[in-house]
Nanobody, 121 residues
């Protein structure tokens, strides 16, 4: 089994910064990609940023230039540095990972439990 443990959410004023972390543990043979999604009340879950095992990154247009995703392959951990936060960034942020548990299995999609980020104006 695989678990994703998120940390780093909280309350911050507009213009401030937060850093989210997500560590994958359990039966991990390889990780193809990890990323962050968010879901605001009444809205659909959306991709914020993702990073592949080869360090290729992808960002939502709304966070480009403000958020930076990075990974530590040795620790199976992904980080999201969020700067210049805006009230519209308020949401529950979910970690996502495509993980293969053994050489005999395919990549499966896993989700963290979510961490609340609230940006006050």
């Amino acid at each position: 089994q695989v678990q994703l443990a998120e940390s780093g959410g909280g309350l911050v004023q507009a213009g401030g910064s937060l850093r989210l972390s997500c560590a994958a543990s359990g039966r991990i043979f390889s990780i193809n990609a990890m990323g962050w999604y968010r879901q605001a009340p009444g809205k659909q879950r959306e991709l914020v940023a993702s990073i592949t095992s080869g360090d290729s990154t992808n960002y939502a247009d709304s966070v480009k230039g403000r958020f930076t995703i990075s990974g530590d392959n040795a620790k199976n951990t992904v980080y999201l540095q969020m700067n210049s936060l805006k009230p519209e960034d308020t949401a529950v942020y979910y970690c996502n990972a495509a993980i293969r548990s053994s050489i005999f299995t395919v990549f499966q999609n896993y989700w963290g439990q979510g961490t609340q980020v609230t940006v006050s104006s």
